[in-house]
């Protein structure tokens, strides 16, 4: 049952009043919902006593007292209570954007829920999608926010291995992480040649595993191949393997001495172009050839997910175009550069942009091929180590800096985002219902 109010309602003093959660709603005869805001309210102030103002003091100080105070956990606790203020004034938002509403229907003469059974009532019949999702964007703000947060203000600290908590106190220095690595020679070099090293890789791996993956596709699905499915089983093979096992098989692979490629592989090659002449290639000791070789090794491992993927997307593809090509006279090329090539990339494009963002940070395979070595760059990265692998080099080795991870961690997200936004505009990735 609803109420019809004959009094006309003030919208901005009822969204003003929100300030204080439920006074809005009460001043629009709201009782119910009101008095359950105010409830809401003063666990908010009760947090912000008890906890809040603690853990923000806690975060601008990062303590006193050594040994007595965590300079670290004073830092976690500040970054939760940021998210926690956050969370709150969204809520006073909404709020004061409902009694503002709710006192614009009640001017025009419309009816609203008044009691607490009509509230529950309208919840349930117009909320009910929020109530399911805002758990959903609470956990996420928790669990992917939250370490962001904390990340980022840890790379504005000076937390290494001459600063460690609880002992040593952390400092807040400001932007001084980040000039360092442009500034200290050792840790210029290190990141010039990391971050460049890291651009080759992911454009080297990812393009090669994408041109592999389509082209078996294209190839596998022509009317003249027989035994498809026996090709299909085969191509999945590298998919079927876990790839930690992979790559540390392509480790024994390729070493220098005792390794096939050497021993078996470049021999055959050399049998058969006998103008050849590979010798012993230094495939793990030389920075160039472990390169070339963790390149070859990506293609393997990645080409069979594109293969699929655009196997399904060929077999979409309307056969009626190809025939009206073939009656225009196009040749093969033309057929693949105007038909299959646009249909491709209409569909997965966004995947093949994840492709070079999951290189970028590909882990796995620079530390367990070759540990990011042979040799070293200097600022504890190795000539094959790309962001990632260093960041993990810089936390876990002897003289640890955990800022300067967190600083190179910064600057990682900021190029993968950067180019994904772009890269995802260029393609439309985010227009997919108007196509």
């Known amino acids: 049952m609803t109420h019809?109010?004959?009094?006309?309602q003030n919208p901005r003093l009822a969204m003003w009043l929100s300030l204080v959660l439920g006074l809005g709603q009460l001043y629009n005869k709201q009782r119910a919902k009101g008095f359950i805001l105010l409830a809401v309210f003063l666990l908010e102030v009760i947090e912000i006593i008890t906890f809040g103002i603690p853990a923000i003091a806690g975060l601008i100080t990062l303590?006193?007292?050594?040994?007595?105070?965590?300079?670290?956990?004073?830092?976690?606790?500040?970054?939760?209570?940021?998210i926690i203020f956050v969370v709150?004034?969204?809520?006073?938002?909404?709020?004061?954007?409902?009694?503002?509403?709710?006192?614009?229907?009640?001017?025009?003469?419309?009816?609203?829920?008044?009691?607490?059974?009509?509230?529950?009532?309208?919840?349930?019949?117009?909320?009910?999608?929020?109530?399911?999702?805002?758990?959903?964007?609470?956990?996420?703000?928790?669990?992917?926010?939250?370490?962001?947060?904390?990340?980022?203000?840890?790379?504005?600290?000076?937390?290494d291995f001459r600063h460690v908590p609880p002992q040593k106190l952390l400092d807040w220095v400001?932007?001084?992480?980040?000039?360092?690595?442009?500034?200290?020679?050792?840790?210029?070099?290190?990141?010039?040649?990391?971050?460049?090293?890291?651009?080759?890789?992911?454009?080297?791996?990812?393009?090669?595993?994408?041109?592999?993956?389509?082209?078996?596709?294209?190839?596998?699905?022509?009317?003249?191949?027989?035994?498809?499915?026996?090709?299909?089983?085969?191509f999945l093979l590298p998919w079927a393997v876990p790839a930690f096992i992979s790559i540390m098989s392509f480790g024994n692979f390729f070493n220098d001495s005792i390794g096939a490629m050497n021993v078996q592989v470049l021999p055959f090659i050399e049998k058969i172009l006998p103008f050849l002449?590979?010798?012993?290639?230094?495939?793990?000791?030389?920075?160039?050839?472990?390169?070339?070789?963790?390149?070859?090794?990506?293609?393997?491992?990645?080409?069979?997910?594109?293969?699929?993927?655009?196997?399904?997307?060929l077999q979409s593809i309307p056969s009626d175009l190809y025939e009206a090509a073939v009656i225009d006279g196009a040749t093969a090329w033309q057929k693949f550069w105007k038909i299959t090539l646009p249909m491709i990339l209409a569909v997965a494009a966004p995947t093949f942009i994840s492709?070079?963002?999951?290189?970028?940070?590909?882990?796995?395979?620079?530390?367990?091929?070759?540990?990011?070595?042979?040799?070293?760059?200097?600022?504890?990265?190795?000539?094959?180590d790309i962001l990632i692998s260093w960041i993990y080099k810089l936390t876990t080795q002897t003289s640890p800096q955990y800022s300067m991870a967190s600083a190179v961690t910064l600057i990682i997200s900021l190029i993968v985002i950067s180019v994904s936004l772009v890269t995802f505009k260029k393609f439309n990735a985010f227009n997919m219902e108007d196509r």
Not at 286 to 303: E, H, N, R, S, Y
Request: charged residues 10%; proline residues 4%.
């Open 4 to 8: 019809e109010h004959s009094q006309k």
């Open 63 to 82: 303590g006193d007292t050594p040994v007595v105070d965590h300079s670290l956990f004073l830092l976690i606790k500040g970054s939760m209570q940021i």
């Open 88 to 159: 709150m004034a969204i809520i006073h938002i909404v709020c004061m954007k409902d009694a503002k509403d709710t006192a614009n229907l009640i001017n025009q003469g419309f009816s609203v829920p008044m009691t607490a059974k009509e509230t529950f009532q309208g919840i349930y019949e117009n909320g009910f999608p929020y109530l399911l999702t805002i758990p959903a964007y609470l956990a996420m703000a928790f669990a992917i926010v939250f370490p962001v947060l904390v990340t980022l203000f840890i790379a504005f600290t000076n937390y």
């Open 174 to 234: 400001g932007v001084r992480n980040f000039l360092n690595i442009v500034q200290l020679s050792t840790f210029r070099t290190a990141f010039g040649s990391v971050l460049s090293w890291t651009f080759i890789w992911t454009l080297c791996a990812s393009t090669l595993q994408i041109i592999i993956g389509v082209a078996t596709a294209i190839i596998a699905n022509q009317p003249f191949i027989k035994f498809k499915r026996v090709f299909g089983v085969i």
């Open 277 to 313: 002449d590979f010798g012993i290639v230094p495939w793990k000791t030389d920075p160039t050839f472990t390169k070339i070789a963790l390149v070859m090794v990506q293609g393997w491992l990645g080409f069979p997910y594109i293969y699929i993927l655009v196997s399904g997307i």
């Open 355 to 384: 492709q070079y963002t999951f290189n970028f940070n590909n882990f796995s395979i620079i530390y367990l091929f070759n540990n990011g070595g042979p040799g070293s760059v200097g600022g504890g990265a190795g000539s094959t």
